[in-house]
């Protein structure tokens, strides 16, 4: 299974930005996705989940009403739409495929629940 992060850049504060996602190798549709991210000297943390058929979304407080997660089951992509960044959205973002399939309830916002990772897209915004 292989993950490719895209979307990444430089931003100002209240600008936006589109993170896509590619995945190959395993029935893309079968799997919740997530998107993280990691700041400099703090842990990876969820931004946002979305289920195997995008019926179900959940969101990290801090970026509720700002970002948008969205699938694509048909070419088997993810997405995060962010809007009116903050300079404090500024990290690593890394999308991950869940290591089961069917599955999100308690486990989508657990890093060890997902078994696969594409490489990390930077985001930086200014303020």
């Known amino acids: 299974v292989q993950l490719q992060a895209s979307g990444g850049g430089l931003v100002q504060a209240g600008g936006s930005l589109r993170l896509s996602c590619a995945a190959s190798g395993r029935t893309f549709s079968s799997y919740t996705m997530g998107w993280f991210r990691q700041a400099p000297r703090k842990e990876r943390e969820i931004v946002a989940a979305i289920n195997w058929n995008g019926g179900t979304k959940k969101y990290a407080d801090a970026v509720k009403g700002r970002f948008t997660i969205s699938r694509d089951n048909v070419n088997n992509t993810v997405y995060l739409q962010m809007n009116s960044l903050k300079p404090e959205d500024t990290a690593v973002y890394y999308c991950?495929?869940?290591?089961?399939?069917?599955?999100?309830?308690?486990?989508?916002?657990?890093?060890?629940?997902?078994?696969?990772w594409g490489q990390g897209t930077q985001v930086t915004v200014s303020s």
């Open positions: 991950g495929g869940h290591g089961r399939p069917y599955t999100f309830g308690s486990t989508y916002y657990d890093t060890g629940y997902y078994a696969y």
